[in-house]
């Protein structure tokens, strides 16, 4: 889900991910990281954001690890 905030401001929210998920988006790779280049490239088709677009918060959270 993207909701919009000011005009240069991207809030996206990814819901629970993995540890290992969000190490990897913070190296700029993995499952989490091309979602949000999907989202933002469907922002930039529909028109609701330029195509340079750059600031770009995205919220995790972190997946609670249970032992069954």
Do not use: C, H
């Not at 401001?9 to 290992?20: A, F, R």
């Not at 190296?27 to 469907?42: A, D, P, S, T």
């Not at 028109?47 to 919220?59: C, F, H, L, R």
């Amino acid at each position: 889900m993207a909701t919009m905030q000011r005009a240069n401001t991207i809030i996206l929210e990814l819901g629970t991910s993995s540890s290992d998920d969000i190490k990897d988006l913070r190296y700029g790779e993995g499952r989490l990281f091309r979602k949000v280049g999907m989202i933002i490239e469907q922002l930039q088709e529909s028109g609701e954001v330029g195509d340079n677009v750059q600031p770009i918060i995205v919220i995790t959270k972190k997946k609670s690890s249970k032992d069954w």
